[in-house]
């Protein structure tokens, strides 16, 4: 498989040949639940419930019997504690000692992520750009650079306000993070980070340096 590589203008450079194990994946049943089951740990990995009910053992009360059991002519009750009183405990709330944490082996992980890169690759969605000539951190250039690359058929979006974007660098380049940092609709990250859940939460995917970051990405399938 070849793919087209842009400079930042968004002219065609050249080509690149992509490694099948990494963007030729079929996409079928066990592929589809491989992923699901991948992106349902992630997400849940990185949950940090907040909200915190006590139960009737931690709120504070007495605990003598409000009445005696028989003869008064009201219903039962053993304790002021209990969820059904007004500033009783909480049956069934939400809990912050919580753990919604799901192991995930690595080559779990790595065939998810190149299953979900073998299909937006087929959907057109992904981009291979040289590098990203930036001399100075500043918003502008890097507004003309998207704006340049969405002129490329098929990634219009590139724009567009909500989730256009995911930037996978080559490495660290703190003059191209703040440039790209202020942008509310795309995120940026490094290609040998990569996982599922990056992929699928933006609309298209453009890597730089396209030989580091495949190499990146092809040293996770060993």
């Avoid at 070849?2 to 690149?16: F, L, P, S």
């Avoid at 299909?119 to 001399?135: P, R, S, T």
């Avoid at 995911?166 to 509310?184: P, R």
Wanted: glycine share 10%; charged share 25%.
């Amino acid at each position: 498989m070849e793919a087209t590589v842009y400079n930042q203008k968004g002219e065609a450079t050249g080509e690149i040949n992509l490694p099948e194990s990494v963007f030729g994946l079929p996409w079928n049943v066990s592929t589809e639940r491989l992923v699901h089951q991948v992106v349902v740990a992630m997400t849940g990995n990185a949950r940090n419930p907040v909200a915190h009910t006590k139960t009737r053992g931690e709120v504070s009360g007495t605990g003598k019997k409000p009445w005696k059991q028989k003869g008064t002519g009201r219903a039962r009750h053993g304790s002021r504690r209990s969820p059904i009183w007004v500033g009783g405990g909480i049956a069934h709330g939400p809990r912050n000692d919580r753990s919604f944490e799901r192991k995930i082996n690595k080559k779990m992980r790595a065939k998810a992520l190149f299953a979900v890169l073998s299909h937006k690759w087929k959907d057109g969605e992904v981009m291979f750009v040289d590098d990203f000539a930036l001399k100075a951190p500043k918003t502008k250039d890097a507004k003309g650079i998207l704006t340049s690359l969405s002129k490329v058929k098929g990634f219009e979006g590139l724009t567009r306000r909500n989730n256009a974007c995911f930037l996978a660098l080559d490495g660290k380049n703190e003059t191209v993070s703040k440039s790209f940092q202020n942008f509310g609709n795309l995120e940026l990250g490094q290609a040998k980070d990569l996982n599922p859940v990056d992929v699928l939460s933006y609309k298209y995917l453009v890597f730089t340096n396209p030989e580091k970051s495949l190499a990146a990405l092809s040293a996770r399938a060993k």
